[in-house]
């Protein structure tokens, strides 16, 4: 029973990547700009601004917020990438992605998506019913997890501003996945690993198939390779050496 919900709530999660497919939303009109803050990510520096468009009644985990955005920077700062950017954060109460497969179309609910051709995270607002049930890697929906979600999404964006060209779909799942997983307690990452039987990625596996049957086991994996290979494929697809997923299926 718990593993069908891993693989379902998982199932949910690895719509996140939709988001750098889906069609750009539009915001002019349908958002309250309550904050555009100047705002040093380190407290040290103030070189990036947060601009945040939230729908009205929609409660945000600010302070989660700022250090799930600190996080991702932490994430790419180990790796010698340093640079700051402005970033959008647009709140909503229900953020969806299309998907479709074949003639099967469908919007499906999602926590938090990234938008490249917008350049801005989506994320949803703190907290309904359908976000209190959420237990994504098994988790309560904690504060603390909504803040691994922000990081998530923020190295989405971030890896495209480091990368020479607009990183491939799933290998930027494979980075924003090392990214929050690591944000995890490592006690909670070595009784996930331990529960669900998971080994490192050997690399020439890292590919769409293995994202779209188990996107939970994806996301493990990539980061126990991302830790054993210390960071060695993220520097390849930034720099540009990487540009494909090793493992081409499906072949189109
Ligand atoms: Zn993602």
């Not at 799933?170 to 307690?185: D, F, N, R, V």
Request: hydrophobic fraction near 35%.
């Amino acid at each position: 029973m718990r593993k069908s919900k891993f693989t379902l709530h998982y199932t949910v999660m690895l719509l996140q990547i939709i988001c750098l497919l889906s069609p750009a939303f539009a915001i002019a009109g349908q958002f309250n700009l309550l904050h555009t803050i100047n705002e040093g990510i380190s407290g040290k520096s103030c070189d990036v601004t947060l601009k945040y468009c939230v729908e009205q009644k929609c409660k945000i985990p600010f302070r989660k917020v700022r250090s799930g955005i600190q996080s991702a920077y932490a994430f790419f700062g180990k790796l010698g990438y340093t640079e700051k950017f402005p970033v959008t954060i647009v709140f909503k109460p229900e953020v969806n992605v299309d998907w479709s497969s074949g003639d099967d179309k469908k919007s499906i609910r999602v926590l938090g998506k990234y938008d490249e051709e917008e350049k801005t995270i989506y994320l949803t607002c703190w907290r309904d019913k359908w976000i209190s049930g959420r237990n994504d890697f098994d988790l309560d929906m904690t504060y603390e997890f909504y803040r691994t979600i922000v990081a998530h999404e923020m190295i989405h964006f971030l890896a495209n501003r480091f990368s020479k060209s607009r990183v491939n779909s799933i290998l930027s799942e494979y980075i924003a996945y090392s990214g929050q997983i690591e944000l995890l307690p490592e006690e909670t990452v070595r009784l996930l690993v331990e529960k669900y039987k998971v080994q490192p990625f050997e690399e020439s596996e890292i590919g769409e198939y293995l994202f779209v049957m188990d996107p939970g086991v994806f996301g493990l994996k990539s980061y126990l390779h991302y830790k054993n290979s210390k960071g060695l494929l993220v520097k390849q697809i930034l720099d540009g050496s990487v540009m494909e997923p090793p493992n081409s299926w499906p072949p189109y």
